[in-house]
Nanobody
Framework: VQLQASGGGLVQAGGSLRLSCAAS????????MGWYRQAPGKERELVAA???????NYADSVKGRFTISRDNAKNTVYLQMNSLKPEDTAAYYC??????????????WGQGTLVTVSS
C-alpha cells in the first residue's frame, strides 16, 4: 500500500492551499485517514483526521480554517487550508489505517509535502 501526497507549496499569509493524498495497492478498505505536520525542531502533530463514515477531528490551532474531506471511491483524503498563517509552515504527512484483508489493519504514512507560508 502506498500513500501519494501532493499540493504543497509556497503561499502568502492569508492564502489557501489544498492537499491531496491517494492510497493505492492491495486495499480491502481504508479506515481513518488523517494529516499530520512537523515543523523544524518540533514534534509531529495531528492536524485533522476523518473516519470512513465522515466523522472529523481537528487540532485546535486549525479549527475554522482547515477542512478535511475524503472520497471513499478514490481512497483519497483532502485538506483544504484557508487563512494560512506563517506558523502553519511545516512538512505535512498523510496517514491512513488500511485493511489489506478482512482481518488485519495496518498504519501507513505518505511522503511529506512542504507547506511554506510567508508573512
Amino acid at each position: 500500500v502506498q500513500l501519494q501526497a501532493s499540493g504543497g507549496g509556497l503561499v502568502q499569509a492569508g492564502g489557501s492551499l489544498r492537499l491531496s493524498c491517494a492510497a493505492s495497492g492491495s486495499i480491502f478498505r481504508v479506515n481513518t485517514m488523517g494529516w499530520y505536520r512537523q515543523a523544524p525542531g518540533k514534534e509531529r502533530e495531528l492536524v485533522a483526521a476523518i473516519t470512513n463514515g465522515g466523522m472529523t477531528n481537528y487540532a485546535d490551532s486549525v479549527k475554522g480554517r482547515f477542512t478535511i474531506s475524503r472520497d471513499n471511491a478514490k481512497n483519497t483524503v483532502y485538506l483544504q487550508m484557508n487563512s494560512l498563517k506563517p506558523e502553519d509552515t511545516a512538512a505535512y504527512y498523510c496517514n491512513a489505517y488500511v485493511k489489506v484483508g478482512q482481518i488485519y489493519e495496518y498504519n501507513y504514512w505518505g511522503q511529506g509535502t512542504l507547506v511554506t507560508v510567508s508573512s
